[in-house]
């Protein structure tokens, strides 16, 4: 008889995922919401927020929290650079979605190829946040790293909940994501909040490759796979709506993980999306509803 | 006249610059299909350095038979649809006379055909084509896949009291082929597989198939297969809080370093000699290592030697051939390659047969683990 003790341990591990999948997420939706583009260099911001970090903490001695603060820091401004340099120029050209959707893609590559050479092709790692054994409830273990990102996601969507609904900024950004123009017409400036969502975009990259790197590696070609994930989540999650996002990261996370013990980890991919086809088939504008 | 003189000059140097380039015709060129991006980066980037390396020992010392080694690189990046259009652009532009190509299984059977037509051989990091009409154009210089679990199955006998163990795997084609022998051996060991997993090469987390090990009774886990996956595996294990061995295939110790720091003395690993090359005893091994390590540590320091150790051999084993043969011909030098016995290389001795294409037949690799930073032998 089949032993399925350990099916709540593999819905903690779907869960963990998830969380992060659902962080990228709501990167994409940040930036398709203020300038209605989708970011393909989300993943290249999740690979360098965990490799700057592993970089000041191991190269340089900084500490964990100052290093992670930097590498977001960093990311962030990184995010800003490619809105200046990538995107606008397109933007102010009125170059079609296609092309600006391409060269976010190519920016992708350009900074994978920039880490190969800076850092190298090794794998690298970070420490767990809390070193402690593993919390047990009944058989199921609880990995401190597990809390650092479940905690870690719940208070960035905490937070950035708040900041859309409290803040003038926040407002003025879910302004441009309901109609651009009027915004604009309202005095808002349009396109420093183009700049803003790709900083917050790239933050929450950065954030989420901080968090998971101490569960597994970093290297300069970790970035796609998570990209593609979570833009699976923002679409099941109803593509511009953060939280629709983080849900559908959840629901991936659990899907992938409940595939691998249903079908094994090679149509784990295939099996996840196969439901996500039939629940997007029920609902084909996301858990959500599209913010459009 | 000032201008008639500038002209001159301007081609005159636009010639010199074409003289090497007209030179190198004559050059020898080795082709190398590697994955330089994707899973298999880290291994096949020491492969192609490995390969350079020898190119340029062996052009320091005149070359092959008068000719200077060309060593043409293109990334396949670790997917078998770009490793035929790298090996087609290597035999119709480049015009590649042998290649000595990366560890990407899949990608290396996809183009055998291609080299058969075109009569080139291959000699390669990675396992043989299936295809037995391929068989003929190919050499590895990767030793057979059960050596490498044998030594682990051999050490969960001799040295532990775990007799459960779990299988946790690559879809690659050499992580198939271990994964079977693994299946084929336990029983002579004693040991009973009571998991098989596969994970794929990007997977950000494998806590779900080590949580069914685990729950299969599992007390140790033969992780096969390349890249950072085993750091996945060990930071899973920890988090899981389970009580498991984790015992890996070959791999960069760049790698196992971060490894042992998670998980101690319950990590091991299958090493090759140049890995281990300090605790080596003197002999024809020891120094035929050491023409290899000197300009490697010189160039690259305390960089992983294994699989850079195998692509030197790859070279030298070829420039063997062509000595032998006397000839750069493709059908000479294949012969050539099946003809070559006793070659020591870094990783044991070479013995071809025209039935024998993978010549390492001793089982050259030991149990290594991580101690205090230092590498330790245990079986």
């Known amino acids: 008889m089949a032993d399925w003790s350990y099916i709540p341990q593999v819905l903690v591990s779907g869960l963990g995922i998830g969380c992060v999948y659902g962080l990228i997420g709501i990167g994409f939706c940040?930036?398709?919401?203020?300038?209605?583009?989708?970011?393909?260099?989300?993943?290249?911001?999740?690979?360098?927020?965990?490799?700057?970090?592993?970089?000041?903490?191991?190269?340089?001695?900084?500490?964990?929290?100052?290093?992670?603060?930097?590498?977001?820091?960093?990311?962030?401004?990184?995010?800003v650079a490619i809105e200046r340099i990538v995107v606008r120029p397109l933007w102010n050209r009125k170059a079609t979605m296609f092309v600006m959707i391409l060269a976010t893609l190519a920016a992708q590559i350009v900074i994978e190829r920039l880490t190969l050479i800076a850092v190298g092709d090794q794998p690298k790692t970070l420490p767990v946040f809390t070193d402690l054994p593993p919390l047990m409830i009944g058989s199921v273990a609880i990995g401190t790293q597990f809390l650092w990102i479940v905690g870690g996601s719940l208070a960035i969507v905490a937070l950035l909940a708040a900041f859309f609904a409290l803040t003038r900024t926040g407002k003025a950004m879910r302004a441009c994501s309901i109609n651009r123009e009027a915004a604009a017409l309202q005095g808002i400036p349009v396109s420093r909040m183009l700049a803003l969502a790709f900083a917050l975009s790239a933050a929450l990259g950065a954030i989420a490759g901080i968090l998971i790197t101490p569960t597994q590696y970093t290297a300069f070609?970790?970035?796609?796979?998570?990209?593609?994930?979570?833009?699976?989540?923002?679409?099941?999650?109803?593509?511009?709506?953060?939280?629709?996002?983080f849900l559908g990261g959840l629901l991936l996370g659990l899907m992938q993980a409940l595939a691998i013990v249903v079908f094994g980890a090679g149509l784990k991919t295939v099996a996840a999306l196969s439901v996500l086809l039939l629940f997007l088939f029920i609902r084909p504008s996301g858990i959500l509803g599209a913010a459009k | 006249m000032k201008t008639s003189t500038a002209l001159a000059a301007a081609l005159a140097a636009c010639l010199a610059s074409a003289l090497p380039q007209m030179a190198s015709a004559q050059d020898y060129k080795i082709g190398v299909s590697a994955g330089l991006t994707g899973y298999a980066a880290t291994v096949d980037r020491a492969w192609r350095d490995g390969v350079e390396l020898a190119a340029a020992a062996v052009n320091a010392k005149g070359g092959v038979m008068g000719r200077k080694i060309q060593v043409i690189v293109e990334d396949n990046r670790s997917e078998p649809q770009e490793s035929v259009t790298v090996y087609r652009k290597m035999l119709s532009s480049d015009k590649v006379d042998v290649f000595v190509s990366g560890c990407v299984s899949a990608g290396n059977f996809a183009a055998a055909g291609l080299l058969l037509r075109a009569k080139v051989p291959m000699m390669l990091c990675s396992i043989l084509p299936q295809l037995a009409e391929h068989l003929p154009w190919a050499f590895t210089t990767l030793p057979p896949a059960g050596f490498e679990v044998d030594k682990r199955l051999e050490f969960l006998k001799e040295k532990t009291q775990i007799r459960k163990i779990a299988v946790l795997h690559d879809p690659t084609p050499y992580a198939n082929l271990q994964k079977t022998v693994a299946e084929r051996n336990a029983a002579k060991y004693g040991l009973e597989i009571v998991s098989i997993e596969q994970y794929k090469q990007d997977d950000a987390d494998l806590s779900v198939q080590i949580s069914k090990a685990r729950s299969a009774g599992a007390g140790a886990i033969l992780k096969i297969g390349l890249g950072g996956t085993t750091l996945t595996a060990a930071k899973n294990i920890k988090q899981l809080g389970a009580d498991m061995l984790l015992l890996t295939s070959l791999e960069d110790l760049?790698?196992?370093?971060?490894?042992?720091?998670?998980?101690?003395?319950k990590f091991f690993f299958v090493a090759s000699p140049s890995q281990v090359y300090e605790a080596l005893p003197n002999g024809p091994l020891k120094t035929s290592i050491k023409a290899f390590l000197d300009p490697w540590r010189e160039k690259y320091r305390d960089r992983d030697p294994n699989w850079a150790s195998r692509g030197w051999d790859g070279v030298m084993l070829t420039v063997a051939a062509v000595e032998q043969a006397k000839s750069f011909e493709g059908e000479k030098l294949r012969a050539a390659f099946e003809e070559l016995k006793g070659f020591q290389g870094t990783t044991g001795v070479y013995n071809f047969r025209p039935d024998l294409h993978q010549g390492i037949t001793d089982n050259p690799f030991v149990l290594a683990t991580i101690q205090n930073g230092a590498v330790k032998v245990v079986q």
């Not at chain 1, 999740?46 to 960093?74: N, Y």
């Not at chain 1, 070609?221 to 996002?245: D, H, K, L, T, Y």
């Open chain 2, 254 to 265: 760049a790698v196992f370093g971060p490894v042992a720091e998670v998980l101690g003395d």
């Open chain 1, 221 to 245: 070609n970790v970035g796609v796979p998570f990209a593609i994930s979570g833009f699976i989540a923002a679409i099941v999650g109803g593509f511009g709506r953060p939280f629709g996002a």
């Open chain 1, 30 to 79: 940040v930036i398709y919401n203020a300038s209605g583009i989708v970011n393909f260099a989300q993943g290249a911001f999740v690979m360098l927020g965990g490799m700057i970090t592993q970089t000041l903490f191991s190269r340089h001695g900084l500490p964990l929290p100052v290093a992670a603060l930097a590498a977001v820091a960093a990311v962030a401004a990184l995010g």
